[in-house]
T-cell receptor, first 114, second 111 residues
């Protein structure tokens, strides 16, 4: 089956530190990959996405590269801010067969301290 | 979230009562998802509707849970004989251009 595995949190970093949140996936086809973010008290929103191998998604200083050879889509940011404190979800969606269920990881809570 | 309205935003119910949660997406989204987010847990898939196809109910945790989508638009998630472990935030999302757009969720508390 299709699944997403991401590192368990919480992750606590100091402001301006480098962030990596690992995500690996298992899929029977060729998925699109996503990172969603949930800020405190808010709903989930799309952060970035990549639809094919070697694509790089980026937004708000965050980046993730679709690595087919390692089935990974790690989220990175060079310098985190307190406002980045949130829960981050890795997700996949298969592109084939007209079946578009989105499968999410368990979420990784990030806390950035001043 | 843009394009999805959920109601109520908060619901407190007594154990054993039935509840209905509503998801009202803007038109044009053929895919609709229900997820559950429990305190300290990730997103748990419940059910998925895609156009006129049979829904994927594989995530429903028990036969107390059911959902329907009328006219390809509004969806209702029903939980019968609620239990305390049903307390969670229930999220509805719609699919568009391969992305999922989430509502703000309904926070259900079973006392």
């Amino acid at each position: 089956g299709n699944s997403v595995t991401q590192m368990e949190g919480p992750v606590t970093l100091s402001e301006e530190a480098f962030l990596t949140i690992n995500c690996t996936y298992t899929a029977t086809g060729y998925p699109s990959l996503f990172w969603y973010v949930q800020y405190p008290g808010e709903g989930l929103q799309l952060l970035l996405k990549a639809t094919k191998a070697d694509d790089k998604g980026s937004n708000k200083g965050f980046e993730a590269t679709y690595r087919k050879e390692t089935t990974s889509f790690h989220l990175e940011k060079g310098s985190v801010q307190v406002s980045d404190s949130a829960v981050y979800f890795c997700a996949l969606r298969l592109n084939s067969g007209g079946y578009q269920k989105v499968t999410f990881g368990i979420g990784t809570k990030l806390q950035v301290i001043p | 979230g843009a394009g999805v309205s959920q109601s109520p935003s908060n619901k407190v119910t007594e154990k054993g009562k039935d509840v209905e949660l509503r998801c009202d997406p803007i038109s044009g989204h053929t895919a609709l998802y229900w997820y559950r987010q429990s305190l300290g847990q990730g997103l748990e898939f419940l059910i998925y509707f895609q156009g006129n196809s049979a829904p994927d109910k594989s995530g429903l945790p028990s036969d107390r849970f059911s959902a329907e989508r009328t006219g390809g638009s509004v969806s209702t998630l029903t939980i019968q004989r609620t239990q305390q472990e049903d307390s969670a935030v229930y999220l509805c999302a719609v699919g568009k251009r391969g992305e999922a757009f989430f509502g703000q969720g309904t926070r259900l508390t079973v006392v």
